[in-house]
């Protein structure tokens, strides 16, 4: 999971001590589908540089991207011992920002129409008020 530097703007997800974590979890859940916090600490392990993370900080951040609106419950499944899991899949939010973090602005600002650019200055207008 060997990263390029971003072309896009620097995401706060992307930043600091969890941004390998966020990413991992981001790439697992595209590819896979949806996921439980468990097969999501077992796929994680496959990347190298996060070979021996532990389960608790897997759970935690998964947790803290659902309440930031990254990853959304899907379902709580029954596991074989019997016990309630709960099912995670990326948000709409987290596939924008995946989007945005590897494309750069001058990039977008080249491709979009004029209208397209209208929409996206309006729903950023609305945000500043």
Not at 8 to 14: A, D, H, M, P
Not at 28 to 33: S, V
């Amino acid at each position: 999971m060997a990263r390029k530097k971003g072309k896009g703007t620097e995401l706060s997800v992307f930043k600091g001590r969890e941004a390998r974590l966020n990413r991992a979890i981001f790439q697992i859940l595209a590819f896979k589908g949806a996921q439980t916090i468990y097969n999501i600490h077992k796929e994680a392990r496959t990347f190298r540089e996060l070979r021996n993370i532990h389960y608790g900080n897997v759970n935690k951040r998964v947790r803290a991207l659902e309440q930031t609106g990254y990853v959304k419950i899907v379902k709580v499944q029954s596991t074989k011992a019997g016990f309630e899991a709960t099912v995670y899949e990326l948000s709409a939010k987290a596939y924008l920002a995946l989007m945005l973090a590897s494309i750069s602005l001058e990039n977008l600002l080249n491709r979009i129409d004029e209208d397209s650019a209208t929409e996206i200055l309006a729903a950023i207008a609305g945000l500043t008020r």
